[in-house]
Structures are given as C-alpha cells and as structure tokens.
C-alpha cells in the first residue's frame, strides 16, 4: 500500500465519520409494568364504586365507570403510540442526515450539506428555546420538538458545536 492511499482511506474515512449522532424519543414516565398497575387500580375501584349503586338499582352508574375504564384504556393507547415516533440526526463534515418517523411509521427524510446549513432558535423570555430549525437554501425543517425547552437548547448548543466542526471539516492529520 502507498502512502497515498493510506492519506486518501484516512480521508475518506474521516468524512464518513459522524461529528453528531442523536436520536430524540417523546418521553414517556409510564412504561408497561406501570401501565398494567394503574389499570389494575382504576379497574378495581371502578367495580369497588359502582356496588353500592348496583345495590341501590342504580346499575347504569357501573356501564359508565366502565366506559370511564374503556377511555383511559384508549388514551393510554394512542399515548404508547406516538411514543413510537423518533427524530435522528446525524451529522458528517459532508452532510447532514435527518430522519424523522412518525407515530404511523412514516418516514422522512432530509439531507443537507452542512456548509449551507444554520441553526435557527425561537426563544421566549418567559419559556426558553420554544423552537429550533435546521435552515438550509431556503428549505427549513423543525427539530427536536419532542424535547422541553431546556433539554432542547442544550441539544441546540451540542448541534450547534457539532455544525461548527463539520464546516471546519475532519482532522486529516490526526492518527
């Protein structure tokens, strides 16, 4: 092997290599093992209730504990799902990648190079960094929205630094 190719490998390698690498998932405090205790719970002081007014001759009051039992069940439901959604994002001194997929399992994705590409911050003094935004050749794409304003601008500063290295582009020189 020459010593040229072994520059031109390190190179190419060094292009590939991602400066920034994240992937953002809503979050969720409730997991499965919680979800089956919380239903539990609901379900049995539901039933627990509604015997006296089954008692009384009051048993339409148990079809509607249930149906409160039925639209818990169906918000915690849509709730598990869009947990499914993420956002990940890779940055390389040659491009910027981003993938975002929904709840459904739609996917999208953008490419920009990350010369042209700038970061772009909504902030309220009240709230924070309410917004962030990758804008590039007049293209713009929000990012990181599932994350509270303060999770959001330290990711906005870790992005921000990672941009700045891939506009320097990769340490050729570094073994």
Not at 108 to 134: A, M, S
Not at 140 to 154: D, I, K, W, Y
Not at 165 to 173: I, K, L, N, T, V
Request: aromatic share 10%; charged share 20%.
């Amino acid at each position: 092997m020459t010593p040229g190719n072994s520059l031109g490998s390190k190179i190419a390698d060094a292009s590939q290599r991602p400066v920034f690498d994240a992937t953002i998932t809503p979050h969720r405090s409730l997991g499965q093992n919680g979800f089956r205790i919380v239903m539990t719970l609901v379900c049995l002081a539901s039933v627990i209730s509604s015997v006296p007014f089954v008692v009384l001759g009051a048993w339409p009051v148990a079809g509607f504990f249930g149906l409160d039992i039925l639209a818990l069940f169906a918000a915690f439901h849509l709730n598990f799902r869009h947990a499914r959604s993420f956002e990940r994002i890779v940055v390389t001194p040659l491009e910027i990648f981003l993938r975002k997929v929904s709840h459904h399992g739609r996917e999208t994705v953008w490419r920009f190079n990350p010369i042209w590409t700038r970061l772009e911050r909504q902030t309220d003094e009240d709230y924070g960094l309410l917004g962030l935004k990758l804008v590039s050749r007049g293209q713009s794409v929000a990012v990181a929205s599932a994350l509270s304003p303060h999770e959001r601008s330290g990711f906005a500063d870790a992005l921000g630094l990672a941009l700045s290295s891939a506009r320097r582009g990769p340490d050729y020189g570094a073994s």
